[in-house]
């Protein structure tokens, strides 16, 4: 009992752990009574890392029983080839059925030890030697499915030896997963050839000439399983009885000895004829043909029967194949066939099939095969039958990122691999994972896929986290592949139109609206010239935009920015990756292009905001205070005041064209852009001045003054375009001990670096800080203490100053400074009692007097959105006159804002509620077709245009299409305006 114990423990050592395992090495005469006998030790160390060791020596045993004469030299092979020892282990430690082969077939391992059936070129010589009779011809019937089942089962071990041999011997030949599938192919083609010979010998006719055998689905892609029905498609020609015959009699010898010959991918599936001629499939396929038949299509080869025949079918179908996409609603069919598929899989088992379910092989198959059809057209690269090969080709032409293609190639070979190994196991067909609570299964399964135990966990969890993490991992990918827009736009463009530089393309691109087509052709050269990925990419990308552009105000001017914008930044990795990969980018990108002048200039200097394209919430949705905070922050972790103000503008730069992509594609309103636009200006405006006011108190070593700065005009109201400069007033106040003369010096260097720093040219849009609205204009000091002002405003201040201190709010400096001068000008800006009349009449007059002088010579009063009839000087003379008028007496109108001011004015009555909408309608359309002038032509204007590309480009930012007629938006702004201009006669002007 304790010799048993001992012996019991030791064979454990080896990873024995059947009860019977004691007596079966003692059987093999590798095992005594004091453990493993001498020159074993190599035998026993293969077993111990055979997939399951326990199986691996039943079957060694039930071998040695059924052969015990040649037990000998089976046992001599094993102790002393470690090739062949590799090869035999590894099958009979993985698969039971081949073990039930060997133990039925005595004498059938010689084939792995002289190499028999181990050599691919030599497998369909093989299977017709084994059916060939002693005169030449071939076995029929039963005979000859019992022959090439034996001849067949021997080739499929011999592939099996040669893909699990390395994992239980090292050093031996390891055969890729593309190798294998290519084998399991070869073989499969082999037995149709055998079947073919078995079936001519039985009927009696010669399919030359009369038969082609199709290959479909994985055996067409060379990529076939050890478990699978082999999809085919039967093609004749002649007598169609004959070549019937001959068809379903190689599908009966096959069927019964090897596998399952499937022909329902046939014209009308198993309804429909087994055998039609070449002619009845082209016909059927031009008039009847679902949209799947040509993706099943994709992977048709002749592989047997009439080489000729097989040739002009395979010829025929290419070209449909490559048009399907062309087909409505190409793209929606195929994304709904998969969903289909995916409906069909049981909710018991979604979780674990590896074919049918999400994260399965049919998300990268389904994928692959769609972006072929799609991008095959006009490339032949990716026309390959293997989805390995169409996914390598996929990647390398840019279509897909490099890395999403090695992923998904990764996880697809993982999967398939582990299925290859549940097949092995019965040779039955499955694709269901082991439960995750079968830990012997998974363990077993994991050593037959050569997974180690890692990280503390064993074998099969580490095999069961593997096939999660990549079912993720493919799911991911295929879902950010699969349902691309850019994919339905693409299948979208006729195949003709992707051809990009030929005399076709030239006629379509005048077609679709391109004034200079061959200057188009030019752009469209350079950017796909060469043989780069990034041209591969721009290939895939131009025929989408093109389009894209065409439904823009300026195609033209809108390829020729991307053409810029591209070669700006043809060094940005992420680039054109994103274009790719976001169809939306896209489309947006496109339509802001041949927009606006504006974003194409700001794109190449800001080229991290594209990003954002594809995401509105991220484009949108950064509150200006959270913006401004950042700016602040960034500015003032800056060495110097150079790098600070550089960062400033950087910081500004990308801000201003955030604001303005959503501003064009809809996703702001006017309120939202003048806010945001304010915000930035303000927090450029603080950390320029923090920076300037450190340099000096630095180079002074003291600190003579605190300064504030005073928004005014539309930088007060936070009303900025994007155009607009900023209006201040600057005040300072003496340190303890210094003269004012002196703090105004320190204060007037602090303003003026400010000014200088910040108004240096640049290619954006200027950052103008204008004081002109201080006490005496441009004759008066930049800076004046706070009592100065407070003197001036008693002693000499107008009433048209006192307007322009309605708009005064502090925006930077010292806060408590600022304030201080915000509660000194409120009784100036709302004087006690009102304005009087004579007050009142200098307004007006004023007003008339700016309109008469400023107004520029020629320029439309109808059409000038700043001083024209109902434009925002009518809206905001008129808010401000009421407010100078009733502001002492209603709090409410006590602010800066001029929408704030409208409703307040509604709020109180004193203004009719239909009036302030009329004034309101006024002035959010003028600032916006304002804005959206600056958008379009790259300058500020303040005239809407009255005809050509500029308006047609403004109409189409008020959501006009290219179809619209563009008069009739400036027919709208005109009836707005006048309205308003009604308003403000009665309320203004008293009329």
Known sequence: MAERARTAASAARYGFTDDKADAQLRAAGWWDAAGPVEGTADVLAALSRAADQDLALQSLDRIREADEGAWPELDGALRDNRTFRGRLLGVLGTSTALGDFLAANPGEWHCLA???????????????????????????????????????????????????????????????????????????????????????????????????????????????????????????????????????????????????????????GKSGALVRTLEGHTA?????????EFQALLKARPVAGDAGLGQQYAEMVAPMVWAAADRENFVTEVQQMRRRVEDHVSAEHAERELKLGRGGLRDVEFAVQLLQLVHGRVDPELRSPSTMEALAALGEGGYVGRADSAEMGTSYEFLRTVEHRLQLRRLRRTHLFPESNDTDELRILARACGIRAVRGRSQGQELLAEFRRHAQGIRRLHEKVFYRPLLQSVANVPTEALRLTTKQAASRLAALGYAAPEGALQHIKALTAGVSRRAAIQQALLPVLLDFLADTPDPDGGLLSYRKVSEALEDTPWYLRV?????????????????????????????????????????TGRKPAEVATSLRAAVR???????????????????????????????????????????????????????AYRQRQAELGRTPATVAVIGMGRLGGAELGYGSDADVLFVCEPAEGVSDSEAAKFASSVAETVRKMLGAPSSDPALVVDADLRPEGRSGPLVRTLESYRAYYQRWGEVWEAQALLRARFIAGDEELGERFITMIDPVRYPEGGLDATKAREIRRIKARVETERLPRGADPTRHTKLGRGGLADVEWTVQLLQLQHAHEQPSLRTASTLDALTALADTGLAPAESVDYLREAWLLATRVRNAGMLVRGKAVDEVPSSGRDLAAVARVFGYTVDDDPGEFLDSYRRVTRRAHAVVEELFYEN
Not at 287 to 292: E, G, P, R, S, V
Not at 662 to 686: F, I, K, N, R, T
């Open 114 to 268: 002289d190499h028999r059936c181990t050599v691919p070129e030599q497998f369909a010589d093989r299977l017709l030697e084994d059916l060939r009779q002693d005169d030449g011809t071939y076995v029929t019937g039963l005979a000859a499915e019992q022959a090439l089942r034996t001849a067949y089962r021997r080739l499929l071990l011999g592939i099996a030896a040669v893909d699990l041999g390395h994992l239980v011997e090292e050093g031996l030949e390891h055969p890729s997963f593309k190798d294998i599938t290519h084998q399991l192919t070869l073989l499969a083609e082999a037995a149709l050839k055998a079947g073919l010979a078995s079936a001519e010998q039985e009927v009696g006719a010669s399919a030359e000439g009369k038969l082609a055998v199709i290959a479909m689905g994985k055996t067409g892609g060379r990529e076939l399983n050890y478990v699978s029905d082999v999809d085919v498609i039967f093609v004749g020609a002649g007598d169609l009885g004959v070549a019937t015959r001959l068809a379903s009699t190689m599908m009966r010898v096959v069927g019964k000895a090897c596998f399952e010959v499937d022909a329902a991918l046939r014209p009308e």
């Open 284 to 292: 059927y396929y031009q008039k009847w043909a679902k949209t799947w």
């Open 579 to 619: 274009l790719r990969d976001e169809g939306t980018v896209v489309e947006r990108l496109a339509f802001l292009l041949g927009t606006s002048k504006l974003v194409p200039d700001l794109l190449v200097r800001a080229p991290e905001v594209l990003q954002l394209l594809g995401e509105p919430a991220r484009l």
């Open 637 to 691: 972790r800056q060495p110097g005041l150079n790098a600070a103000v550089a960062a400033a503008r950087s910081l500004r730069r990308h801000e201003l064209l955030r604001v303005a992509c959503a501003d064009l594609l809809g996703l702001l309103d006017v309120p939202a852009v003048c806010e945001a636009l304010s915000s930035v200006w303000v927090a450029v405006l603080q950390g320029a001045l923090a920076a």
